[in-house]
Each structure stands twice: as structure tokens, then as C-alpha cells.
């Protein structure tokens, strides 16, 4: 099958959505189709050979957040070119409502498209004000696709219509092999995320440290991310700055590695979360997980069986159940044991699996459309029984 993917975030920012769909289309392609990406990129970043450029990208405050997004007329121009070159059988589209390259593809395809849609917002005016632009382009889409039932429900409210719910896929095999660091290990707490973006949650996270070291003063803190270090630790008092250790960007290898190698993983997030990859990688790897209780989180731990919730925002009770982890290693070997059964539904064995038979199912609903016009018009004009005829002949 020809597949092609459109990437609305730049493809050389890291984010849920990027790695969602790079994993997405390795798993394709390791199964034997042919897929392309389109994605915004600057023209001087390295990409695999599967991603096309679309063009630069520009910050946009978007979900509560900034995201690189590309729209225009040159990025429009070479969508364009890349559905004409492409000849795909499929188009999947991430995204369609952002202001960025999938509402320009919803715009320019033709044939069957499916879309994918991350966004857990219940109070996002943009999207019911710009409806009305949107309703044309979504019209032609084929099958809709929300990666949890929050994104779903944001769909139904703002957009009407339905959605399947496919989770988020993870490489969990990558994650299960992945060797602990020594100098990673021994009283750690992990933290994997943007640091300048207050909705990941690492400022609850550093109100609640001091507590945390109070009465266990030998636990390290571990964050992986790019942000301003020195901002992220200003509210710490300066004899405890010491116990925080910035890793900044790290590898696919190195983020397995800390995640193998920490003994609690924290993901305060604040809100604006429709799934939570990281939770899925951070039970993969079989840390024990410590998460704030965002309804999307609560559904990825299975509801606080596969890893426990504190309430959102609550730099005390995070603190309190740090504690209570650090302090029983039973309740975390539990849940890395929890995790790790439960993370099998989110591999890509079977997400792949699933993500793949709406597209077999889209194309073959447009492929019936498409013989019963060519009948329809054999018809209309006579050339059904002639071709009849000289078949008898």
C-alpha cells in the first residue's frame, strides 16, 4: 500500500505527535509499504529518507502551548506536489484542525483520507469559532481516528461526527531492553519533558522537592529536556540546586536508559494532555510511575492500577506519594510489574494492526464507490449490455 502521513509539528522539535508518527511510519515501512511523510523542516535538517519538507516552520501558541507549524502558500505549493507525486492509496492526516499542513492537505487530497486527532481541549473556543472554515475540509475526510477517549470527546463537542479510539504506539521491546545507567541509579527521581513549558509540570515538581529531600536529602532529581536550567531551579533553595541534574536532549537510546534506570518516574503535567506517551514509555522500560491524575493519564495507568495519581497540581501530595515510593521498594517492583503486563496493548504489534485496518477499510470503501460510478455510467449510457453482448459473442 502507498501511504502518506502528514506531520503538522516540526519534524525537528521533538514531541508526542513527531515521535508518534516516526515510529508510525518505520512500523509501516518494516512491514512492507511504501510510505512518505510531509512534514514541516527547516531545509538544512537531516531527515530520513521517508520525510519531506514542506518548508520552514513558525511558533504558534496552539493547545496551550507553542507549536512549530507551517501554513502559506509555498508550503501549500509543495503539498500539492507531494500528493501529485505521491499517487498514495491512502493519506493520513494528523491533526486536520490545526492551522498547519493537514488542514492544507484535507483542502488538496482526493481519495480516501483518514484522520488523527491528539487534541484533549473541552474549552477550545478556536476550534468552534473556526468551524465554519474547517466543515468543507473535513467533509472529505474518510475515517477519524482519536488516540484516547478525550480526544474523542473534544472531537464530538467541537466537530460532531465519531471517532475509533487507537491509542498511541510504543516500541515497548526497545524500552524492556534498555540497560540502567549505574550513575543514573540509587534514590532517583526522573523527569522527561520541556522545561520552559509550565503545562508539562516540572515547576510542581521543584515546589515539591524540597519536602521530598527534607526527609530523604540523598534523592537526586534527573530531567531530560531543553529549557533554561537556571530559571527551572530558581525557586529552589541554593544548598538543594545541587541535588537537581539537567541531562538536557537525549537519545532515543538515553531517555530508555533513565527510564530503566530511576526509581520513581514523575509526570506532573498540569493539563492539555490527551494520552501520555511518556507514561507508556516509562512502563515499558519498568519504571514505576508517579503521575498527576489527568483523566487521559488515569486511563493510560489503567486508573491508577499500573502506576499511581496524585491530584493535579498538588506539589504536597506529590511529595507525600514520592515518599511513600521511595520509601517501599515491594510497592514499586508491584508496579513495574503492573506496568510492564499492562504496556502490551500499547505496542505497536497491535496499534499498527489497528491503524492499518481503517486504512484497508477506507480504501476499500473508495475502491466499491468507485466501480459502482463506473457502472452507474456503463449504464447511463449503454455500455453495460454492450459489453455483454460482446462478451456472449
Not at 509555498?74 to 507531494?82: H, I, N, P
Not at 527521581?189 to 529531600?213: Q, T, Y
Not at 536532549?249 to 511518556?278: C, H, Q, W
Not at 504489534?349 to 457502472?375: F, K, N, P, W
Amino acid at each position: 500500500m502507498r501511504i502518506g502521513i502528514v506531520c503538522p509539528y516540526a519534524w525537528d522539535v521533538p514531541g508526542g505527535v513527531q515521535f508518534h508518527i516516526r515510529d508510525l511510519a518505520e512500523h509501516l515501512i518494516r512491514q512492507g509499504h511504501e510510505v512518505s511523510v510531509l512534514a514541516p523542516a527547516d531545509d538544512d535538517t537531516p531527515l530520513p529518507p521517508y520525510v519531506v519538507s514542506a518548508g520552514r516552520a513558525v511558533p504558534v501558541p496552539y493547545n496551550g502551548s507553542v507549536a512549530r507549524l507551517n501554513f502559506g502558500f509555498l508550503s501549500a505549493a509543495r503539498t500539492r506536489r507531494w500528493l501529485h507525486d505521491g499517487t498514495f492509496d491512502v493519506v493520513h492526516i494528523h491533526e486536520p484542525t490545526s492551522p498547519s499542513l493537514g488542514l492544507l492537505t484535507c483542502w488538496a487530497a482526493q481519495g480516501p483520507i483518514v484522520a488523527t486527532f491528539h487534541t484533549s481541549n473541552p474549552r477550545s473556543r478556536a476550534m468552534i469559532a473556526a468551524y465554519p472554515i474547517l466543515q468543507a475540509a473535513l467533509e472529505k475526510i474518510s475515517a477519524r481516528i482519536a488516540v484516547s477517549e478525550y480526544a474523542r470527546r473534544t472531537l464530538v463537542e467541537h466537530l460532531g461526527g465519531d471517532a475509533v479510539v487507537i491509542p498511541n504506539g510504543v516500541d515497548v521491546d526497545f524500552f524492556a531492553r534498555a540497560e540502567p545507567r549505574p550513575e543514573w541509579q540509587g534514590g532517583t527521581i526522573g523527569f522527561i519533558g520541556r522545561i520552559d513549558e509550565p503545562r508539562k509540570g516540572l515547576p510542581v515538581l521543584m515546589k515539591a522537592l524540597p519536602k521530598i529531600l527534607a526527609e530523604r536529602p540523598d534523592t537526586r532529581l534527573l530531567v531530560a529536556g531543553r529549557g533554561d536550567e537556571e530559571e527551572a531551579v530558581a525557586s529552589l533553595p541554593k544548598e538543594m540546586r545541587g541535588r537537581v541534574e539537567f541531562l538536557g536532549m537525549v537519545s532515543d537510546e538515553d531517555k530508555a536508559r533513565l527510564l530503566a534506570s530511576v526509581d520513581v518516574y514523575v509526570a506532573p503535567n498540569t493539563g492539555g494532555e490527551s494520552f501520555g506517551i511518556i507514561l507508556v514509555e516509562a512502563m515499558s522500560a519498568g519504571a514505576p510511575v508517579l503521575a498527576s491524575d489527568l483523566d487521559a493519564f488515569a486511563q493510560v495507568l489503567d486508573q491508577g492500577t499500573a502506576g499511581e495519581l496524585f491530584a493535579n497540581e498538588d506539589a504536597d501530595a506529590l511529595a507525600g506519594a514520592a515518599l511513600r515510593l521511595l520509601a517501599d521498594p515491594e510497592r514499586r517492583t508491584e508496579l513495574s510489574e503492573r506496568g510492564s503486563k499492562h504496556v502490551r496493548r500499547f505496542d505497536w504489534s497491535t496499534v499498527g494492526a489497528d491503524i492499518l485496518s481503517v486504512y484497508e477499510t477506507v480504501t476499500q470503501g473508495a475502491a466499491a464507490v468507485a466501480t459502482d460510478e463506473r457502472t452507474g455510467l456503463r449504464a447511463r449510457f449503454g455500455l453495460a449490455g454492450a459489453e455483454r453482448r460482446a462478451a456472449r459473442d
